[in-house]
C-alpha cells in the first residue's frame, strides 16, 4: 500500500510517502511555519512526488491530520487530500494529531501512561491521555491544563506535545515528575505509519475541531432585511 500524508494541523506544512509494504518512506519533507500552509503545500507534495518518483495514481490511499490544531491550517490540510483523492480516485482518511504525537510512544513500549497536550492558548489545553498499548484513557477534550492534569496522573507517565510543560507545570510536587517530550507537531512518518493502518470510511475527512472558532459572526451588528 503506497500512502501520500499531509499534516498541515499545527505549525508546520509537511507531506511524506510510504510504501507500507516495505516500510519505505522514499520522501518526506516537513517546513516549520504558523502560516502560509495554503501557499506552500501543493509545491511540497509536487516535490515530494518527485522525489519518490510516483505518480498520483499509483497512490492506494491520502492520510491527513485532522485536528485539533489551527482552524485555517486544518481546512488546508483536509481540502488538498479530498481533491487528491477525488482526482487519484483513491480514499483519503482522516487521523487526530493527539493520536499521532503518540504513536512513536506506543511502538517503542515504553510502559508510560502517554499524555498528549496541545497548546490552545490561555493555558488552556487539547488532550487526549492513552494507555501504554495505545488504548484511549480519556478521549480528546479541550480544557485548562490544570484539569487535565487531575485527569491525568498515574506514573509512570509520558506528556508530549506543544502543551507538554503547560501541564508539568501543573503537575503536583508531591509526586514523581512525569518525562517530557515537548515538540510542536507530530513526525510526518507516524502520521504515513497510521494512514496505512487506519480503517477506511465512506465518508471524506472531517475537521475535529473540540471548540467554535475564536471569529464568529456578530448577530447584533447585523442590517437588518428590507
Not at 498520483?56 to 481533491?83: K, N, Q, Y
Not at 483513491?90 to 496541545?118: D, K, N
Request: aromatic share 4%; proline share 8%; glycine share 8%.
Amino acid at each position: 500500500m503506497r500512502i501520500l500524508a499531509i499534516d498541515t494541523a499545527l505549525e508546520v506544512c509537511a507531506a511524506a510517502v510510504l510504501d507500507a509494504a516495505t516500510g519505505e518512506m522514499p520522501a518526506a519533507e516537513s517546513l516549520d511555519m504558523a502560516r502560509g500552509h495554503a501557499e506552500a503545500l501543493m509545491p511540497l507534495i509536487a516535490r515530494i512526488m518527485d522525489a519518490a518518483h510516483w505518480e498520483f495514481a499509483e497512490l492506494d490511499r491520502i492520510a491527513v491530520t485532522v485536528g485539533p490544531g489551527s482552524f485555517t491550517g486544518l481546512r488546508v490540510g483536509i481540502a488538498a487530500a479530498r481533491g487528491i483523492a477525488l482526482a487519484a480516485d483513491r480514499p483519503a482518511v482522516g487521523l487526530s494529531t493527539l493520536s499521532a504525537l503518540a504513536a512513536p510512544h506506543v511502538a517503542a513500549r515504553t510502559q508510560e501512561i502517554i499524555i498528549t497536550a496541545i497548546n490552545a492558548r490561555n493555558d488552556n489545553v487539547y488532550f487526549q491521555i492513552f494507555a501504554p498499548n495505545g488504548m484511549t484513557v480519556v478521549a480528546p477534550r479541550l480544557d485548562q491544563a490544570s484539569n487535565a492534569v487531575r485527569e491525568a496522573i498515574a506514573e509512570p507517565t509520558l506528556i508530549t506535545g506543544s502543551g507538554a510543560a503547560m501541564l508539568a507545570a501543573h503537575w503536583p510536587s508531591g509526586l514523581p515528575r512525569p518525562r517530557i517530550d515537548l515538540r510542536a507537531a507530530p513526525e510526518i512518518g507516524w502520521v504515513a505509519r497510521l494512514g496505512a493502518a487506519a480503517r477506511e470510511e465512506n465518508s471524506s475527512p472531517k475537521p475535529l475541531y473540540l471548540r467554535r472558532p475564536d471569529a464568529r459572526p456578530q448577530d447584533g451588528g447585523r442590517l437588518p432585511r428590507r
